[in-house]
Nanobody
Framework: VQLQASGGGLVQAGGSLRLSCAAS????????MGWFRQAPGKEREFVAG????????AYAVSVKGRFTISRDNAKNTVSLQMNSLKPEDTAVYYC??????WGAGVGDWDYWGQGTLVTVSS
């Protein structure tokens, strides 16, 4: 299984970014997908998750209403639209995949991408 995240960069506070994750080596529609992030000196934390068909989503309280997770099962991709970005959103963002669940813990996910850095300047 390979997960390739992209779309990170430098953005001013209040701006937007769209992250994408391309998946290969798995039956994509059978996997729940997620996004986590890890800020310097902090633990990796759950950001958002989406069910197999895209009909179910979940968000961390800190991003709810600003971020939107979506997936395209025909293209084997999952995206994270991030609006109204804040300096505290600065982190390396990782996509994740799991065939059975989508808990908020790092240990709940089987597969991880390499991460893409998002920096939000004030």
């Amino acid at each position: 299984v390979q997960l390739q995240a992209s779309g990170g960069g430098l953005v001013q506070a209040g701006g937007s970014l769209r992250l994408s994750c391309a998946a290969s080596g798995l039956t994509f529609s059978s996997y729940r997908m997620g996004w986590f992030r890890q800020a310097p000196g902090k633990e990796r934390e759950f950001v958002a998750g989406i069910g197999r068909s895209g009909g179910s989503t979940a968000y961390a309280v800190s991003v709810k209403g600003r971020f939107t997770i979506s997936r395209d099962n025909a293209k084997n991709t999952v995206s994270l639209q991030m609006n109204s970005l804040k300096p505290e959103d600065t982190a390396v963002y990782y996509c994740s995949a799991d065939p059975t669940g989508w808990g908020a813990g790092v240990g709940d996910w089987d597969y991880w991408g390499q991460g893409t850095l998002v920096t939000v300047s004030s």
